[in-house]
């Protein structure tokens, strides 16, 4: 009999310290939700996402990404009070599943927010290169933006798969080659470009020429307007010449000499 | 913000332009989304995608100038025509949109030249805006609370130079400062000592200070009673295609030149 009441005594006292302990916990998750949401909105998230199409989507729903962001950081709080009630209350489960839960749930959780963190820097990606290509009307240029985009979300999946310890070798191959073949595309496209910004470094360090001084290059003569990394443009009367930089280094340049 | 959206509905009749000044993007899309009727914004930067821009690269306080400079580029980008009647949405008191105004378009009233000024010369709009922001920090910071003048030239620098002299040895010779620089705020208050006019290139590069402006006044129309500060100023965008901006020393006003002639005036205390 004695041992029946204790054991009632003690699972009532268990009872309150958990309904207590659940109480605690979804009061904390609330209380974290908006103090994130509120450190979110400091830190300027709401106009970092303005505009990304994640936000939009958001928006549809009547919600918005920061508002989701601390919604999820709630629910894990709430989450893991729930496991710890079921832990204090001995429910009968086995070690493997506790240690599952417990190893899987921070790892869902942190490649949820790269998730979400890669879809907003893919979207911000494709609005930043978008808005620099912005006076270009060509409709081929659309698509630079886009591969911007997808590039930065392919390496978010490639952080999240790697959290969620799924192999991902082959991905990772497939980045590589295609980083490499970037690369190598570039240098061979770009290959005047960067001569032009190797003399143009000479030119900016050394100033062989300033502003305002009458210069030739080759058949080209003029007053010089600006220096730039890739180009020097000289003005004569009735003409403006764009120098590559590159130029002025094969041909050389003729100053005037000053006999005061 | 809905209501506005509303009061546009039963305010406008059908197939009038309306002309949005500064909207953020939620509302832009809201209107974008059930206006079938010609759209255009006014603002400083197109974020929005829109297909009617108009780029005004001085967001101005007064409500007045912005929608009259507004109006002046929407004009001269062919949006809207003389004699349309439009309706403009703007913010007048809050942070949103929140006052609609309908109004006939007068093309001699909006022809103040400050939208050419900005997007038609020969430096990009956004080193003007710069200096300009500049020079506004200036008059309003003066040298230990005691006002100060400043002059600066913008654009086609060659020409500026070998239309100038030296008044001392240049502080920027081998230096790369732009005005676009964060350094150039910190540099602000050394500026307001050197006499003599700065020298900007298209691109934004700090060429010169210390400059004598020697070009010709001959034939200048510019309102009397400015100082040699002011003439000097206005004469260098008549002889070249740079741009001057200049801060009075007496009355504290920045004042704006293009083609030898006043374009803009502005206090900087209302910025």
Known sequence: ?260 | MGEILEMVDSFVSEGRSIVLFYPSVAEYEKYAENADRNLAVVGSENVWGAEKFIELPLEFENIKEKIRFGLEGAIKNGIVFDGDEIVCIAKLFSNELDSIMKMRVEESQLNSGVYSFFLNSKSDASVIKDVLELVIELGKKGQNGEPVGALFTVGDAGKVMNKSCPLSYNPFEKSHVHVGDSIVNVMLKEFSRLDGAFVISDEGKIVSAYRYLEASSEGLNIPKGLGTRHMAGAAITKDTSAVSIVLSESDGLVRCFKSGELILELDPEAY
């Open chain 1, 1 to 260: 009999m004695e041992i029946v009441e204790e054991f009632q005594l003690l699972f009532s006292e268990r009872v309150v310290l958990i309904s207590f302990l659940l109480i605690l916990g979804a009061i904390v998750a609330q209380i974290i939700a908006r103090r994130s949401k509120r450190i979110l909105e400091k830190i300027g998230i709401p106009e970092a996402v303005e505009g990304t199409s994640l936000e939009r989507a958001m928006g549809k729903m009547g919600t918005s990404t920061v508002v989701m962001v601390s919604k999820i950081s709630m629910w894990l709080i709430i989450g893991g009070t729930i496991l710890l009630a079921l832990n204090l209350l001995e429910v009968n489960y086995s070690e493997k599943i506790l240690v599952i839960t417990t190893n899987i749930f921070p790892a869902i959780f942190a490649s949820l927010v790269i998730f979400l963190a890669g879809i907003v820097l893919g979207d911000k990606a494709e609005i930043l290169v978008a808005r620099s290509l912005r006076g270009i009307k060509l409709s081929e240029v659309g698509l630079i933006p886009k591969i911007a985009k997808y590039s930065v979300i392919y390496i978010s999946i490639l952080i999240v798969l790697g959290q969620l310890d799924v192999a991902t070798n082959a991905l990772v191959v497939l980045l590589g080659a295609y980083a490499l073949s970037i690369v190598a595309f570039s240098a061979v496209a770009f290959s005047d470009m960067l001569k032009s910004t190797a003399s143009g470094l000479y030119l900016v360090i050394a100033q062989p020429y300033k502003i305002g001084d009458e210069i030739r290059v080759g058949e080209a003569k003029g007053i010089v307007q600006e220096i730039t990394m890739l180009v020097t443009r000289i003005e004569s009367d009735e003409e403006e010449f764009m120098l590559p930089n590159d130029r002025v280094f094969r041909e050389g340049v003729a100053t005037k000499v000053n006999r005061d």
